[in-house]
C-alpha cells in the first residue's frame, strides 16, 4: 500500500461530496485532485493521517483489547 498523501480536511471534503451522490470525476474536476486519489480515499472510506501506511492485517486487530492488556503488563 502507498502512503497516504491527502490531508484529513481533503478526505473529509470527498467522502462528504461522495455521500451526497457526486461522481468521482466531479469531485475530482472541483478539488482539482486526481480521480484515481478519490477513487483510494472512497474505497478506502475512513481518514487517514497523512503519511501514514496502514498495512491490511491491522484492521483485523483489536486494539482496544491489545492495548489495555499491554498497559496491565506494566503496572
Do not use: C, Y
Not at 484529513?8 to 451526497?20: G, R, T
Request: charged content about 30%; hydrophobic content about 45%; proline content about 3%.
Amino acid at each position: 500500500m502507498a502512503a497516504v498523501k491527502v490531508s484529513i480536511a481533503m478526505q473529509k471534503q470527498i467522502l462528504e461530496l461522495h455521500s451526497k451522490g457526486i461522481k468521482s470525476r466531479q469531485i475530482a474536476k472541483i478539488l482539482k485532485v486526481g480521480r484515481n486519489t478519490i477513487r483510494r480515499v472512497i474505497k478506502r472510506g475512513e481518514l487517514t493521517a497523512p503519511g501514514a501506511i496502514e498495512p491490511d492485517w491491522s484492521k483485523s486487530i483489536d486494539w482496544e483489547r491489545f492495548g489495555s492488556k499491554f498497559l496491565a503488563a506494566f503496572n
